[in-house]
Nanobody, 126 residues
Framework: QVQLVESGGGLVQAGDSLRLSCTAS????????MGWFRQAPEKEREFVAA????????YYADSVKGRFTISRDNAKNTDYLQMNSLRPEDTAVYYC???????????????????WGQGTQVTVSS
C-alpha cells in the first residue's frame, strides 16, 4: 500500500513561487502515475497536473499551463510541482495522488487515482 506525504505548502504573495513535493513510501513508486489536485474553500477538488511513470509525459490543467511544472525523481520516490507566477486563485489545499495505471484520457479524473496524500495548504495573497 503506497503512502503519500506532501510538503512545501505555505503563504506567499502573488507572483511568487513554491515547490511542492510528494514522497511515496511502501510501494513501487517508479511504476506509478502521479497527479496533483487542489481544492479551494467551498469548491470541488480539481485536477492540476499529472506525470507518467517515466516522466516523459506530463499533463496540465489549462489554468496552470505555462506556470506550473510537474516532475519526478524515481530514485527519491518523490514527485514535484513547481508553481511559478502564483495567483490568489491558486489558493487551495493541494493533494498528491498515485495509481499504477491510468489511461491517458483519464489522467485528470480523481476516481482514477487509488492513493492520496493528506494535502498541503497553499495560500497566495494579493
Amino acid at each position: 500500500q503506497v503512502q503519500l506525504v506532501e510538503s512545501g505548502g505555505g503563504l506567499v504573495q502573488a507572483g511568487d513561487s513554491l515547490r511542492l513535493s510528494c514522497t511515496a513510501s511502501r510501494g513501487s513508486f517508479s511504476v506509478y502515475y502521479m497527479g496533483w489536485f487542489r481544492q479551494a474553500p467551498e469548491k470541488e477538488r480539481e485536477f492540476v497536473a499529472a506525470i507518467d511513470w517515466s516522466g516523459s509525459r506530463t499533463y496540465y490543467a489549462d489554468s496552470v499551463k505555462g506556470r506550473f511544472t510537474i516532475s519526478r525523481d524515481n530514485a527519491k520516490n518523490t514527485d514535484y510541482l513547481q508553481m511559478n507566477s502564483l495567483r490568489p486563485e491558486d489558493t487551495a489545499v493541494y493533494y498528491c495522488a498515485a495509481d499504477p495505471s491510468i489511461p491517458t484520457q483519464r489522467v485528470g479524473l480523481m476516481r482514477e487515482y487509488h492513493y492520496w496524500g493528506q494535502g498541503t495548504q497553499v495560500t497566495v495573497s494579493s
